[in-house]
Nanobody, 120 residues
Framework: QVQLVESGGGLVQPGGSLRLSCAAS????????MKWVRQAPGKGPEWVST????????RYLDSVKGRFTISRDRSKNTLYLQMNSLKPEDTALYYC?????????????WGQGTQVTVSS
């Protein structure tokens, strides 16, 4: 069955970096629009980034452009999110999701998430 398992979160100081991973099983990540979505405490989900099935086109939330990079490894069937220059407002539960189109909040499966906390 379809499964998405995130890892790589943690506590980091402002300005620091983290790389999140999302290991997929039950399907091939290169066949879908793969997305990262985050949810801060007390707030609703916020779309962060999408990579298209071909892997040559990406989109980002304006507030993370230039700081975050989405990528994937076909051989490992894994999605990544490299996060640099982290800010306290990036603190959230980050989860990966599988979609069938570009629409930010269109997805049919998602993982349990990995917590990212940015604090001094």
């Amino acid at each position: 069955q379809v499964q998405l398992v995130e890892s790589g979160g943690g506590l980091v100081q402002p300005g620091g970096s983290l790389r999140l991973s999302c290991a997929a099983s039950g399907f091939t990540v290169s066949s879908y629009y793969m997305k990262w979505v985050r949810q801060a405490p007390g707030k609703g989900p916020e779309w962060v980034s999408t990579i298209n099935p071909g892997g040559y086109s990406t989109r980002y939330l304006d507030s993370v452009k230039g700081r975050f990079t989405i990528s994937r490894d076909r051989s490992k069937n894994t999605l990544y999110l490299q996060m640099n220059s982290l800010k306290p407002e990036d603190t959230a539960l980050y989860y990966c999701a599988r979609g069938r189109e570009w629409a930010d909040y269109e997805y049919d499966y998602w993982g349990q998430g990995t917590q990212v906390t940015v604090s001094s």
